[in-house]
């Protein structure tokens, strides 16, 4: 599992804070969607002070970007007088979150090429897993996750996929916050022996859903490699087709395939 990040966020480093300036880019933007992604990255709501140490840019500065970010209604003060992410960023995550579906398909129909059964992307949303997109298996029988779908990140290969890439104590939080209610016979419960598989599937580069979600089901996932959101491809079918030699041809494809898709995102 990923050790502690420090206290600057990757990807969220603006003018001032050491960083120089792109070629042919707008410093006032590239401030105003770091300072999104930090507020995202700490929650969603955070004090401007905490703004201000994140990343480096002194306060008149962080207060004029903010405000602007308020009146634009990306951003809205709280009568606590921390700031939280606005409303009006949700038609943008929604258009965004199709685009992603998009782009993913043509992977997830390679994989299914590939291999033959269902292949889908997933994504961490808070403390749940909702699906993106799916391409379904041609046989008769197969897996259907429908997009949209939400489910706890405990029982399902994509979320441990995800979750192997985050701090552990990030994710001994999340669990206190869900709980890990058992779905099947087979669903871990115990948040030290999900850790555990935690760090096999990070030694290993994929995790495995044995029937935790759904019995008879087993899937594996691996996560995408610097992705701009918390994602993980999979592929699922009944568990009498997904033999062992199956997850073995499996493991280099979906890694490929997660890959791709990575370079696709940049």
């Known amino acids: 599992m990923a050790e502690v990040a420090g206290p600057e966020l990757a990807g969220t480093t603006p003018e001032g804070a050491g960083a120089k300036p792109r070629t042919g ?12 992604e930090m507020m995202a990255d700490a929650g969603g709501m955070v004090p401007l002070s905490q703004l201000a140490t994140t990343s480096g840019l002194p306060l008149p500065t962080i207060h004029r970007l903010v405000r602007t970010l308020v009146d634009l209604g990306y951003v809205r003060q709280e009568p606590s007088r921390q700031y939280v992410l606005g409303p009006r960023l949700i038609r943008l995550g929604e258009a965004s979150s199709h685009m992603l579906s998009i782009w993913a398909r043509p992977h997830l129909a390679q994989l299914v090429d590939q291999v033959g059964e269902s292949a889908n992307m997933a994504m961490l949303d808070g403390d749940q897993i909702v699906y993106l997109a799916q391409v379904q298996s041609r046989h008769s029988m197969r897996m259907f996750t429908e997009v949209g779908r939400r489910v706890l990140p405990h029982c399902t290969a994509v979320g441990k996929a995800i979750l192997s890439k985050l701090p552990e104590p990030e ?19 115990d948040p030290d022996e999900f850790i555990a598989q935690l760090h096999k599937a990070e030694s290993d580069g994929y995790a495995l859903d044995e029937g935790e979600q759904e019995q008879g089901v087993r899937c594996i996932a691996v996560p995408v490699p610097d992705a701009p959101s918390r994602l993980a491809l999979s592929l699922s079918g009944p568990a009498g087709r997904m033999t062992e ?5 499996a493991v280099p494809l979906l890694t490929q395939a997660a890959k791709s898709l990575s370079d696709d995102l940049r």
């Not at 030699?245 to 041809?249: E, K, M, P, R, S």
């Open 171 to 189: 994710v001994r939080d999340l669990l206190h916050r869900t709980g890990m209610p058992q779905h099947t016979s087979t669903t871990i419960t």
């Open 25 to 36: 880019s707008v410093q006032s933007i590239e401030r105003a969607f770091a300072l999104l």
């Open 245 to 249: 030699d199956l997850l073995h041809q």
